[in-house]
């Protein structure tokens, strides 16, 4: 079964700097999709980037972008020029091409200090 | 354009009792998976709804139970409530093949006394 793991609890960053949030995943199929998703008090959860496994080119969108490393299975995430709303709890997911079930890491709490 | 919705807020029930849960999809789509959060981790997979069946289940007992409506919106049902019940429950809507987007509405807090 496919597994994620994010193994920072908590991150800190300064308002206008730069932050990157670690995932890997455990799996042993070749084509699969990655997602990073926010969770800010609201509770609800907003795509933040997605990246197709067969693409060898880095996802971006705005400030945010990935560092995709299919051989290490890591799919880490690239916060540039930090703003307060960026302080959410940030969820690393998995999810199989044909496959409902979409797999979330534990989540890394992100802090951004003024 | 309404996003997904879900209802009630927030709940509060008793060990044994029985629960419903109501999700309404993003307009246009047709499709709506349930996720359970518990309190510090990443949600799960309970299961998702397509066409009024249910296409796929996760590894949740049968206690909890889904039920999807013709105009696409769905119900979670969970029976015989137990104190580690106590979640959030997402919902999460999308279109068609299994891998499009979700879309997650606010949440239903539940909590089990």
């Known amino acids: 079964a496919q597994t994620v793991t994010q193994s920072q609890p908590e991150m800190s960053v300064q308002e206008a700097e730069t932050v990157t949030l670690s995932c890997t995943y455990d799996t042993s199929e070749s084509d699969y999709y990655l997602f990073w998703y926010k969770q800010p008090p609201s509770r609800q959860m907003i795509l933040v980037i997605r990246?197709?496994?067969?693409?060898?080119q880095n996802a971006t969108e705005n400030r945010f972008s990935v560092n995709f490393q299919k051989a290490a299975k890591s799919f880490s995430l690239k916060i540039s020029d930090s703003q307060l709303g960026d302080a959410a709890m940030y969820f690393c997911a998995y999810r199989s091409p044909n496959n409902n079930d979409m797999r979330f890491g534990a989540g890394t709490r992100l802090t951004v200090k003024p | 354009d309404a996003g997904v919705t879900q209802s009630p807020t927030h709940l509060i029930k008793t060990r044994g009792q029985q629960v419903t849960l109501r999700c309404s999809p993003k307009s246009g789509h047709d499709t709506v998976s349930w996720y359970q959060q518990a309190l510090g981790q990443g949600p799960q997979f309970i299961f998702q709804?397509?066409?009024?069946?249910?296409?796929q289940r996760g590894n949740f007992p049968d206690r909890f139970s889904g039920h999807q409506f013709p105009n696409y919106s769905s119900e979670l049902n969970v029976n015989a409530l137990l104190l580690g019940d106590s979640a959030l429950y997402l919902c999460?809507?999308?279109?068609?093949?299994?891998?499009?987007?979700?879309?997650f509405g606010p949440g239903t807090r539940l909590t089990v006394l």
């Open positions: 990246q197709e496994a067969y693409k060898q």
């Open positions: 709804y397509y066409e009024e069946e249910e296409r």
């Open positions: 999460a809507s999308s279109l068609g093949r299994p891998g499009n987007e979700q879309f």
